[in-house]
């Protein structure tokens, strides 16, 4: 299951990396002889309304994707592991405030939040990263929290409090490391929803701009010629279903491999 | 005579792809009619394996019998019907009351649950037999005790009422599997009178799971040695505890720690004159408890009031039951749980007054060794740089030196070089507890505080550790707490001992005093309580039930305050 989630995870990165090389015409190129062609031998997944080469779009469209599934897991992932360390870790009251704030966040709908920051901050990538991170890092703090309150309490970090250590070390090399495993399988299912999500901000022109090739873009583009084109839907959404898949994978073997039981 | 029970050549053996391995191998033995046979051996001997094959409760579905038969007068109980007779004929108790009670089920209906499936009793009939049986387990008001969940109740009397639901369906076997060893000595004692008199009323045959000899030595009439799946011995007690004639039994035997022959602990100088190292003065230690939003606020009074002081080279035992408050004073006096009042001075310098410097001086010279070997180590580092990350933070070893120094830390413990590569996980229970001991001496310390740092090793890994011990109080002039609920123990290692009950020093004075003349009747009831392994040492102090410990608990544990 590792090796199968690996191998399409690292599929997906060769892709990007190799796409100028690989891709057979300019991504945004359009061409107005070539409209609506279906799957050929020119053109593997047909061109869209533009005469844009579909398959030079999903291949440079895996560079985004990718980009947004790892940027838009690692701030949530960075900042709710450190705030979940420390409200465990200290416990009292900046527990209790650490604790209302995560109430509050959650008690909006994600996407409705999702959408007023960018909103407020203007379209684009950057203010997507930026509402994920303010918003996605509540389920890594209260996974980690939940962690190290159990932690805490066990021999082995009253021994290292007994011999003298910081609370620094004690935090970050002897509690978060043994915290960690169920986070970086959540890291796993959260980069699959990170990626729809992604692609769902995007589809409402929120996201990356056109012309730019990414998937949720090249979906919302072409929904008005699903009848007439099938090809331009399918080939990004089938893209968006089997990197999905392949993290899904990755995450559930990680997740035998480190015990963690959902 | 027949046994009622007959188990021959009975084989189980572990099944994962190509991997099998024989976890039971050719076991016989055999159960009369009202006898306790006593099944001991160490941690994965297969003893609760033994019974739940008997059972029929295998616990996974890749463990298989293999060859053999259990009989139950004279018929094969593994290919018939198991479940007609399992709970019917057989019963069996466990080691954790607590989760083997229904916690959302009040006890009175889980004994009426067995009587009506297995005796067709319901309604008043059943709740009548329910209220006699809780009455012959010793419930001191079983009619209230019916009608009352688990929670309420001492663990003694869970493991009473969990006897109660076991015998509802009149069995004619009780398998007890550890069923005291989470208990007090006092409560154990308890419980393991309730079984003998249960046999000698009731005409109950009893198979008694346990790793403490003294436990079988005073209540089984048989005794059945086994080791690594194999029966080593079986015999009459008296017979096999005088001559034992495997070599591995000699050796539980003589590890097993004497309260009544051994000499104690002597002190080995004249302390008096020294400075104290630890000077404890009115200890108090208070949590809240429960509470809150519009609640009186309780307090759970863990410390009330102890004094007492160590001077330097004095080996110090702690014992007491549980609750005592035995390690809520190791972890204050250690600065790691602060004292609501009092004052902890160790080497001149206060907790209260000067702490930061008072607590400089506690995590330089003194370290602490913990229960549980597994979980007083980090799982993700390697021993070798769990104690290469204390040298470090010591300070006092140069770098190029630490290498070399971890070897020589090995060596103290008695623990081979190499597996400072490896991870607690892959080592035994005496290993890790070696490791810890190890990191503790890593400190370079005066003193060493050991919370129950024995309790959950088997008898042998027990002895080991105890011995390790001595050596290095003697060899290195270490100060050594040892805090203990096992009296045996503390008596052969320890000069001085301490008896704490509910959050206060009852008694304090050399082991060889305390233990021949105890001064105060709890102190006397606890050595009394011990289950010695001479068959004709009776235990004593017992109490007829457990009336004394719930209302003790209740009065004591909880104290309302403000």
């Known amino acids: 299951m590792l090796a199968g989630g690996l191998a399409i995870l690292g599929g997906f990165v060769a892709l990007a990396l190799l796409a100028p090389l690989i891709a057979p015409f300019d991504p945004i190129l359009q061409n107005p002889e070539a409209k609506l062609l279906p799957p050929s031998w020119a053109h593997p997944f047909g061109t869209d309304n533009f005469g844009r080469d579909v398959f030079s779009r999903v291949l440079w469209g895996a560079r985004i994707d990718l980009q947004i599934a790892v940027l838009g897991v690692v701030f949530p992932f960075l900042i709710g592991t450190g705030a979940g360390t420390v409200a465990g870790f200290f416990g009292g009251w900046v527990d209790a405030v650490l604790m209302r704030i995560i109430d509050v966040v959650l008690a909006f709908p994600f996407l409705v939040l999702m959408l007023s920051i960018i909103a407020i901050l203007g379209p684009g990538l950057a203010s997507f990263y930026i509402a994920m991170a303010l ?46 495993a169920g986070s970086l399988v959540f890291v796993m299912s959260d980069a699959v929803l990170v990626l729809l999500n992604g692609a769902s901000i995007s589809y409402l022109g929120l996201g990356v701009q056109p012309p730019v090739a990414e998937w949720g873009v090249m979906v919302a583009e072409a929904q008005g010629f699903i009848s007439q084109a099938w090809w331009i839907t399918l ?28 | 005579m ?77 290919n018939d019907d198991i479940a007609a007779i399992r709970g019917r004929r057989i ?54 005790a019916f009608s009352s969940y688990a929670h309420r109740f001492s663990g003694g009397m869970r493991q009473r009422a969990m006897i109660a639901v076991a015998l509802a369906c009149e069995p004619e076997i009780l398998i007890a599997d550890e069923p005291t060893t989470a208990l007090d000595v006092t409560i154990q004692a308890q419980i393991l009178r309730l079984l003998m008199d249960l046999r000698d009323r009731r005409g109950l045959s009893i198979i008694l799971i346990t790793h403490d000899l003294g436990v079988v030595a005073q209540t089984c009439d048989r005794i059945a040695v086994m080791r690594r799946g194999q029966l080593v011995e079986v015999g009459e007690k008296r017979a096999l505890l005088a001559a034992p004639a495997h070599a591995y039994t000699r050796q539980l035997v003589a590890s097993h720690p004497l309260l009544s022959h051994a000499e104690a602990a002597l002190p080995r100088h004249d302390a008096d ?4 190292l630890f000077d404890v003065r009115g200890l108090e230690v208070a949590f809240p408890r429960g509470g809150g939003f519009l609640r009186p606020r309780r307090v759970f009074r863990a410390l009330k009031g102890v004094s007492f002081s160590v001077r330097p080279g004095e080996t110090v035992g702690i014992v007491g039951e549980s609750g005592s408050g035995k390690s809520t004073f190791a972890r204050t006096i250690m600065g790691l749980t602060r004292a609501t009042a009092g004052d902890v001075v160790f080497a001149g310098h206060s907790l ?40 470090r933070d010591q300070g006092e070893t140069p770098h190029d030196r630490i290498p070399g120094r971890i070897g020589e830390l090995l060596d103290m413990v008695g623990l081979e070089r190499a597996l400072a590569d490896r991870r607690p996980r892959s080592l035994s229970g005496g290993q890790c507890q070696r490791a810890g001991i190890a990191r503790a001496l890593a400190v370079n310390p005066k003193v060493i505080v050991a919370d129950e740092c024995v309790a959950a090793l088997d008898v042998t890994i027990q002895a080991q550790i105890v011995a390790l011990f001595r050596d290095l109080a003697e060899q290195q002039g270490l100060t050594l707490l040892f805090i203990a609920h096992d009296l045996a123990i503390v008596r052969n290692l320890c000069e001085r001992v301490v008896v704490m009950h509910h959050g206060e020093i009852v008694e304090d004075g050399p082991s060889a005093e305390v233990f021949a003349r105890p001064a105060r009747a709890y102190t006397a009831e606890l050595i009394a309580a011990i289950p010695d392994i001479d068959p004709d040492r009776p235990m004593g102090g017992a109490r007829t039930n457990d009336k004394n410990d719930t209302n003790a608990n209740n009065a004591n544990k909880e104290e309302l305050a403000t």
């Open chain 2, 352 to 391: 209260r007054s000067g702490r930061a410097a008072a607590l400089k001086a506690l995590r330089s010279e003194v370290a602490m060794v913990f229960q549980d070997p597994f979980n007083s180590l980090n799982p993700r580092m390697t021993i070798g740089q769990t104690l290469a990350e204390v040298l």
């Open chain 1, 135 to 180: 918003v996605g890092w509540v389920s890594y703090a209260r996974l980690i929290r939940a962690q190290i309150l159990v932690l805490k309490s066990q021999d082995f970090a009253v021994a290292a409090a007994s011999l003298g250590f910081s609370r620094l070390r004690i935090m970050f090399r002897h509690l978060l490391p043994n915290a960690l």
């Open chain 2, 91 to 144: 019963g069996m108790i466990f080691q954790n009351p607590t989760s083997h009670l229904d916690p959302v089920m009040t006890i009175g209906r889980q004994i009426c649950e067995g009587l009506g499936r297995h005796r067709g009793l319901t309604g008043a009939a059943a709740r009548a037999e329910a209220v006699d049986l809780l009455a012959q387990v010793g419930f001191p008001d079983p009619a209230e």
């Open chain 1, 235 to 262: 080939f990004p959404g089938l893209a968006i279903v089997t990197l999905a898949f392949g993290f899904s994978l990755t995450g559930d073997a990680l997740a035998d491999l480190m015990g963690v039981h959902e």
């Open chain 2, 273 to 276: 004159g020294a400075e104290p």
């Open chain 2, 2 to 78: 027949t046994p009622l029970l007959e188990i021959c050549n009975l084989s189980v053996a572990f099944r994962d792809g190509d991997e099998n391995r024989l976890l039971l191998d050719g076991i016989t033995v055999g159960l009369g009619q009202g006898e306790i046979l006593g099944l001991v051996g160490e941690s994965g001997s297969g003893k609760s394996l033994l019974c739940r094959t008997v059972m029929g409760l295998l616990p996974s579905r890749r463990l298989r019998v293999t060859a053999g038969a259990v009989r139950l007068e004279g018929r094969d109980i593994l």
